[in-house]
């Protein structure tokens, strides 16, 4: 995933197996006795517990960065459609393939940071030493401190783009000469 994800262009996001109706999967699962319905929805169980309570803390910690409509994902998600947009419609503007390249490195550190995070807790996880709860407390307040931060900066770097060609559009080369 590094590899792939090392260039910024995509948000990191993690998918788990949905076993539908009538699937192989599905079939294998429930052979098995680990497939089950959560919420109404088709899940399953895997072999190591850990496993399972590692992805719960992973999904419940993480849900607002990868799930929510105001989270990084998201919202990264938009930011790449709007660029394109912009760049058809005014042209190979220089701030705006600038503020594009500081979108992309914004998008290599969020990803950076998910793929650390994971990591460690997997690490954290694997080792059985989840009676530390303060390891884990000081993890979940991370990585809600560092979905704001992120967010922030994403946003910022959207408006900065929004300006700037609000700006260009009405004729003025920066917001000093609108005011």
Known sequence: MRSILSDGYA???FLRLV???DTGS???LKEANRFKMVNDWPSFSFTEPLMDDF???FYNNFSEWLIHGEGLKNLSCWARSYYPVYLQFIGKDKKVLNLRSKLKSILKESNRYILDEAEELCFIFESGTLG???QL???IEEIRLN???F???MRSNMQDMQDHVFYRQIGLDSEKEYY
Request: proline share 8%; net charge positive; hydrophobic share 20%.
């Open 26 to 28: 599905e079939r294998v």
């Open 19 to 21: 076993p539908y109706y």
């Open 147 to 149: 979905h704001r931060r």
């Open 137 to 139: 407390e000081h993890h």
């Open 151 to 153: 967010v922030k900066r």
């Open 11 to 13: 948000p990191v996001d």
């Open 132 to 134: 530390n709860i303060k």
């Open 55 to 57: 992805c719960r803390f």
